[in-house]
């Protein structure tokens, strides 16, 4: 019991967790057209704020530098004037975004003359674990409100006064136009064990979306009582067949490994056929090393490219989120399907094939959020799929996978309408 | 570190894991009609093994009377013929069962050219964890089966000759027509830590769904570190509003308290219009005292009629599974709204009205599975619905929500077909 928290601490967290259950309530109550002017307010208060905010993060940023956090750290923490132009702008696109919250699913009638609605509701409350980025404190809240929850956020410590500042302007734009009180709080108590006081709120908090690290997202999920989706780290594969084109393999390598390296859904393996290995591997090695990427290959990699860093066996399993890509020799789709399945994340793996045998077994057989044939793993992401915003990539499979955008913070239930209806 | 379970259990359990990944890679490539030729296959063995199944199950039943048993547990435990029947029964019952595994749920096509197809795919592997019912070894898992998941059954060690027995029966049937190995496994040590390791399969258990007590559900809740889906108390209310009619009201109520008292759907809680109580309370308790159920009341209530039990607070929250009913005098649709809302357990929930408004209000803010108008709450079930047979009624807002049927059983992931789209 020496671990247990200060009584206060476990009070103020569940109080926090009672009040967002009553917001939850009001919330599900908003029609789309209100809850629309309250983000048009939300994203108004928000420009209003601009010179308190931006001083708030001036401190965020002199503390950080007082801290030593790393240059990497300071640039994500740090908001810019176009940066919260960005953040203001994602709220005012929410509005124009369908809302999931009343749409019914599915109807149908029962022999007995029961009516079954299978209707789309909000989740309730969602807690957002999250570091440093201060524009997670918006794009977050905004989400979440726009699918009519309540939500709870904890941000990194260093961004706190920023993140009072945005949560503040959030809430006094919203309240402006009718925002219930406590639909959006911030925890502001920068005690560890306030993220684990608020993973157990069992019965008041419905979801918790770590977003950042994956220590970050490994501790709340060993804390957590409350449900848990987890966006964990892409070990995306691109596995180029016999019968791949190979300028589509090279252009969709390129792009998928060096558009953007630091994202979940770059590329960091490529698998390739063992008849064209010795073709192929020279053309890439090519490519890859004018955009500057260290390739690391197995083997037979190895024997057809010389001077490549010979990969170990901890490469498969890494992220590398930077320009650095492993090479692999394997036998066919199925050699390629169930490396894919031992060593990736679940996350987004592609063929380039022109083989429909290949195609179609690669497609079932890879167990991942998003398999492509013949495209780059860079789509998975909501807008690229036309969903709208996210928040974020699941690499879990239950209730989410992949993009989480507005439906998926949704659940249903049932409304079943009858004339006296009893069961015989 | 004094709680670590001896290696052997750990990785006994973990091998039973691997093993299981392995059968649901294969059992993802069968078809609808291999499946269904494989469930006739399990049914018939399970006819086949009928005498050993009952001998097993009789030497469970004299260990239970030795150990001294309750009847109820030993009434749970015991197969007959006829129950048995009822097993193979419903077996053969999911082969006429669509499949929810291959389905496409939605497809689009982006401005770029970008096929999207959202697909319905099994889970994966399901761990079910259970208590005294020997039929539930088969129903799991043969619906998992028909889903195209691989299961790990975990009974109580009072049914393990029993659940052996029929395990047994399913794997030989099944292999004969070509189920794949491992894709039942039945834990057949009795050890209590062996439902721990179970539930800490992360990246090899995909879900886990107790079904039992709520102590069972609870301890699993609290160990587990892959996903779970609880089935937990159904503490299920009729409101009778006062635009009620009395003559329908009452039959629901009889229904929904009277029909099967011990199941979760059944009604704990009658709330009633502080306008009609007078009038309405009296017939209740006429009709209810006829069938013998012990009526407890709060104030008003009792006031309405005499010799009611008064009621204290713990019956607000209490699941009876009895014939005992809670009744309580409130303001209004609002006032029972809020009272559901605390009280209930988000199951089953039923308004008896003939007001449009006092409907609309109770349907959208009755925060539960299933909301009920002018019916019984007896209705939540898979069969009921028209879903097919169910593993449970989920009391969870993630995933599945109410009855949980074999779609409930699957997952989804995107397939994205390209002719070479990079991002730009």
Redesign the interface.
Known sequence: MDNAPAPSLHDTIRRMGERAVAAS?AL??LSTRKKNLILEAMADALDADRARILAANARDMAAGRDAGLADAMLDRLHLTDARLDGVINAVRSLVGLRDPVGREIAR?T?PNG?L?RKMR?P??VIGIIYEARPNVTVDAAALCFKASNAVILRGGREALQTNIALAEALQRGGAAKGLPPDSIQLISVTDHDAVRELVRLEGLV??VIPRGGERLIRTV??QA?V?V?KHYKGVCHVYVDKAA?PE?AL??I???KC?RPGVCNALEKVLVHRDIAPSFLPLLAERLRARRVELRGDEAACAAVPGLVPATDADWDAEYLDLVLAVKVVDGVQAAIDHI?RHGSHHSDSIITADAKA?DQF???V??????????T??TDGG???LGAEIGIST????A??PMALEELT?????????????V
């Open positions: 309530r599900a109550t149908w029962r029961l079954i509701v989740l309730g419905d979801l999920a060993e009582r449900p989706i084109d589509m252009s969709i390129e792009n998928a558009s399945n195609r497609l079932q057989q167990d991942s959020a998003c398999v492509y044939v013949n495209a780059s860079r789509f690229e799929f036309g879990d499979k239950l209730h996978r992949g659940t249903y239930k049932y409304q079943i309408t009858g004339n006296g209806q009893i069961r």
